[in-house]
Every structure is written in structure tokens, then in C-alpha cells.
């Protein structure tokens, strides 16, 4: 599978550590804002509608859908030469509204992929010690 989210997660920052501290522990956790409960995705340390500060980080289910996706056929790094077509899907959850994660769907090939395919999440690890939360499409609900 392709592994540009891999590279994006080699390089986590102070707003983004908390994220991925979580889903090394298989946990896919979002933060929200404690006072107007929006939830923030990449995670700030303001929130967007309200301008609070205070936030927690609320662990989801992992149940949603496509809400958009691409379908890479040129390889842009040498990397990822060996996965093209694959499909970079952006999900949206059913219990963290306004989140918006970019991902890969594991079992489905690219030309399959629909906008409101119902997805489930998966905790695949690409190479030792790398974590990432992938999804599985969820059959026979739509
Ligand atoms: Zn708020």
C-alpha cells in the first residue's frame, strides 16, 4: 500500500504529537473543543469556531464514509512507484462531525471506490513500529 501517509506521519509537530502518540497505541482519538464541542482536525490550539482554548481528545469509533477521494496514477516520489493506481480517500466519521482524515481504503481497488461508501476503521502497520489508520469498506449496510 501506498505510503505517503506514512511519510506525513514520520514528522509529527507540537499541535500533531498528541495525535499520533494515540494512534501508535491503536487509538484514533480527535481533539474538541471543550467549550462549544467542535471537533478540530489537524489538530490546534485554538478552536476554529469558538476560539477556546481548552480541548480534550474524544476517542471515535471509527465508522464512516468516503466524503472524497483521488486516484494517484503518477508515481510523485520514488516510494510509492510499485502502488500506482492507488486511491487517497478523505473520510468523514459518523460520531466526530467536521473531521475530514486522509486515508487509504485496504480492500477495495481504486476503480471501485465510491463517495459514500461506508468504511470502517483498521489499524494496519505498513512497516514495524508504523502505525496508520487505514480502512475496510463495510458491506452489505448501504
Ligand atoms: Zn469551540
Same mark, same amino acid.
Given at each position: ?76 516520489? #520514488? ?11 478523505? $473520510?468523514?466519521?459518523?460520531?466526530? !462531525? +467536521? %473531521?475530514? @482524515? ?6 477495495? #481497488? ?11 476503521? $483498521?489499524?494496519?502497520?505498513?512497516? !514495524? +513500529? %508504523?502505525? @496508520? ?10
Amino acid at each position: 500500500m501506498p505510503a505517503l501517509v506514512e511519510l506525513a506521519s514520520i514528522h509529527p509537530d507540537v499541535q500533531t504529537r498528541a495525535y499520533w502518540e494515540f494512534v501508535k497505541a491503536r487509538e484514533l482519538r480527535f481533539q474538541k473543543c471543550e467549550v462549544c464541542g467542535a471537533f478540530r482536525f489537524p489538530p490546534l490550539s485554538g478552536c476554529r469556531d469558538c476560539g477556546a482554548s481548552q480541548s480534550s481528545w474524544v476517542a471515535v469509533a471509527g465508522r464512516g464514509r468516503v466524503f472524497s477521494y483521488t486516484v494517484v496514477h503518477h508515481p510523485a516520489i #520514488p516510494e510509492v512507484r510499485e502502488d500506482v493506481p492507488y486511491a487517497v480517500v478523505v $473520510v468523514e466519521f459518523d460520531d466526530a !462531525p +467536521g %473531521v475530514h @482524515l486522509v486515508s487509504n481504503v485496504l480492500d477495495v #481497488p481504486p476503480e471501485e471506490i465510491e463517495i459514500g461508501m461506508q468504511l470502517e476503521l $483498521v489499524w494496519d502497520e505498513p512497516s !514495524p +513500529g %508504523v502505525i @496508520l489508520p487505514r480502512f475496510a469498506r463495510v458491506r452489505g449496510e448501504e
